[in-house]
């Protein structure tokens, strides 16, 4: 990509926000030699959690476009902490793995289509250096009852 990070984001319309505190024992964001790992995010939004539930189809239930929403959200966060991490956007060189959950209905299998949220973000921000392996995973809960969460490993410049 021959344009900056930050400037892709603010192409996108994209504001980092601030970096979530972490709700028990340990960090946001970790560097281990070229790489940043995240801890799972929430879709908080100005230190408020978007949404509670679980994802599924039915009364009472998160619908999946939606959580897609969420997984997004989820991973501007991971940008966020890992460039507080690494300090700056512009230090984040690319995208190495995502793991997302997803606090589902028994009865709602389409897991990977929420988490294309994040991944979708993730490639729109870093074009072919966001292309990563991934996994995601259906959950009885989460966190705060939070219906996704997602964490990231990115390639940073040392």
Do not use: W
Request: aromatic share 4%.
């Amino acid at each position: 990509m021959s344009m900056t990070i930050s400037k892709r984001m603010a192409e996108l319309g994209i504001e980092l926000p601030e970096v979530v505190a972490p709700l028990a024992a340990y960090v946001s964001a970790k560097t281990s030699g070229s790489q940043v790992f995240t801890a799972g995010q929430l879709p908080m939004v100005s230190g408020e959690l978007e949404a509670t539930g679980k994802v599924g189809d039915g009364h009472g239930l998160v619908p999946a476009s939606d959580a897609k929403g969420y997984a997004r959200q989820c991973a501007i966060n991971a940008i966020a902490a890992a460039a507080a991490a690494v300090g700056g956007v512009d230090k984040l060189t690319g995208v190495v793995r995502v793991v997302g959950f997803v606090a589902a209905d028994p009865t709602f299998t389409a897991i990977p289509g929420v988490i294309n949220g994040a991944s979708e973000l993730l490639r729109e921000v870093f074009g072919e250096a966001g292309a990563h392996a991934r996994s995601a995973v259906g959950v009885a809960v989460l966190p705060l009852d939070s219906p996704v969460e997602v964490e990231v490993v990115f390639e940073c410049a040392v």
